[in-house]
């Protein structure tokens, strides 16, 4: 499991790191800002700093997860992966949200809905998950297990002047942790998702659309990676916090230590997906891709500007209503 782990990062990292930049580049630099584009860079910025922390998740996994790169870097690195595992998830509700709007008030949309808007708003997301991994900044630190091996770890032996007191604490913020992870960090966010999208397919049922827009298309194939890659990973977190004293004190349910590293390795493996997505969801992607791979993506990216025409009924909707199916 250890191996297929390494080899999972490794590829991780190489496509996480070029296709994410990728998009940096097109969304950043070479397209229109618009909220959209706003969002994917944003999530592409997450994805490309967590995929650049890999390389020292390897060396610690090849190493048996000995920790030789210090103090500072044992935070850091840590604090990255936990915002990029409750800043994605935060930006894909935005972005689930944001798309609810287009839909269910296209009006309100087309006058309130600016990128100066959500520059202000899109803070809020990783002001939260910054808060979230506070945490990492307070126990986690490199432990020695007095053999002359360094790990990086939550360290709580400073919390308490008895073993009792320590164990006490550990188990207090484990808990905690554990909690706010997939409450905050993967159910609400998930549940907001999925009310944005029942909305949705109410408003398109109702107003008769058979075809739904590419951003819509685009979000609904990151949800569902999102969901894929870090439901298994959540759920095994959960149970490590379920039973959490019977793990720790007793030494029960090892079951879950071997489950870590395939769904760890699945979960990080999302870091590197989005980009394809965003390829390969959009039509006629394999001659989009072999001649220009730039504005595939600017076309993945962009805001629909007008309505579609997959539908006779289209052509005879008041303009707001042909919008709205635009969207």
Same mark, same amino acid.
């Given at each position: 499991?250890?191996?297929?782990?390494?080899?999972?990062? #490794?590829?991780?990292?190489?496509?996480?790191?070029?296709?994410?930049?990728?998009?940096?580049? %097109?969304?950043?630099?070479?397209?229109?800002?618009?909220?959209?584009?706003?969002? +994917?860079?944003?999530?592409?910025?997450?994805?490309?700093?967590?995929?650049?922390?890999?390389?020292?998740?390897?060396?610690?996994?090849?190493?048996?997860?000995?920790?030789?790169?210090?103090?500072?870097? *044992?935070?850091? !690195?840590?604090?990255? %992966?936990?915002?990029?595992?409750?800043?994605?998830?935060? =930006?894909?509700?935005?972005?689930?949200?944001?798309? *609810?709007? *287009?839909?269910?008030?296209?009006?309100?949309?087309?006058?309130? /809905?600016?990128?100066?808007?959500?520059?202000?708003?899109?803070?809020?997301?990783?002001?939260?998950?910054?808060?979230?991994?506070?945490? !990492?900044?307070?126990?986690?630190?490199?432990?020695?297990?007095?053999?002359?091996?360094?790990?990086?770890?939550?360290?709580?032996?400073?919390? #308490?002047?008895?073993?009792?007191?320590?164990?006490?604490?550990?188990?207090?913020?484990?808990?905690?942790?554990?909690?706010? /992870?997939? %409450?905050?960090?993967?159910?609400?966010?998930?549940?907001?998702?999925?009310? *944005?999208? #029942? =909305?949705?397919?109410?408003? !398109?049922?109702?107003? #008769?659309? !058979?075809?739904?827009? /590419?951003?819509?298309?685009?979000?609904?194939?990151?949800?569902?990676?999102?969901?894929?890659?870090?439901?298994?990973?959540?759920?095994?977190?959960?149970?490590?916090?379920?039973?959490?004293?019977?793990?720790?004190?007793?030494?029960? +349910?090892?079951?879950?230590?071997?489950?870590? +590293?395939?769904?760890?390795?699945?979960?990080?493996?999302?870091?590197?997906?989005?980009?394809?997505?965003?390829?390969? %969801?959009?039509?006629?992607?394999?001659? /989009?891709?072999?001649?220009?791979?730039?504005?595939?993506?600017?076309?993945? =990216?962009?805001?629909?500007?007008?309505?579609?025409?997959?539908?006779?009924?289209?052509?005879?909707?008041?303009?707001?209503?042909?919008?709205?199916?635009?969207?």
């Amino acid at each position: 499991l250890r191996i297929t782990n390494l080899v999972v990062l #490794g590829v991780t990292f190489v496509l996480g790191i070029l296709g994410n930049g990728l998009v940096i580049w %097109v969304a950043g630099f070479r397209m229109a800002r618009t909220v959209t584009t706003l969002c +994917y860079l944003n999530l592409a910025l997450a994805d490309f700093s967590f995929s650049s922390t890999v390389p020292f998740l390897m060396v610690s996994t090849a190493m048996n997860e000995k920790w030789p790169f210090g103090w500072f870097l *044992c935070k850091f !690195i840590n604090i990255v %992966v936990d915002i990029n595992l409750f800043g994605s998830v935060f =930006l894909i509700a935005f972005i689930a949200l944001d798309r *609810c709007i *287009c839909v269910l008030h296209p009006v309100w949309a087309q006058n309130h /809905r600016t990128v100066s808007l959500a520059r202000k708003v899109i803070i809020v997301p990783w002001i939260l998950a910054l808060v979230l991994t506070s945490q !990492i900044f307070i126990f986690m630190d490199i432990v020695n297990d007095g053999q002359g091996n360094t790990y990086c770890n939550f360290n709580f032996a400073s919390w #308490g002047d008895t073993v009792i007191e320590r164990i006490r604490v550990a188990l207090s913020v484990l808990t905690a942790r554990g909690i706010i /992870r997939f %409450v905050i960090g993967f159910a609400m966010p998930m549940s907001i998702v999925a009310i *944005c999208y #029942g =909305l949705i397919a109410a408003k !398109i049922r109702k107003q #008769g659309t !058979i075809d739904t827009s /590419r951003p819509l298309r685009v979000l609904t194939a990151v949800v569902a990676s999102f969901f894929i890659c870090w439901f298994p990973f959540q759920l095994v977190a959960l149970l490590s916090t379920v039973w959490l004293r019977e793990t720790l004190l007793e030494g029960k +349910y090892e079951i879950l230590n071997f489950l870590v +590293y395939p769904t760890s390795a699945l979960a990080f493996f999302n870091s590197c997906l989005n980009p394809m997505l965003y390829v390969f %969801v959009g039509q006629h992607f394999r001659k /989009r891709l072999i001649h220009s791979l730039p504005a595939t993506l600017e076309r993945a =990216l962009s805001e629909d500007s007008a309505p579609t025409s997959h539908t006779t009924t289209n052509l005879t909707l008041p303009p707001t209503e042909a919008e709205l199916q635009a969207m």
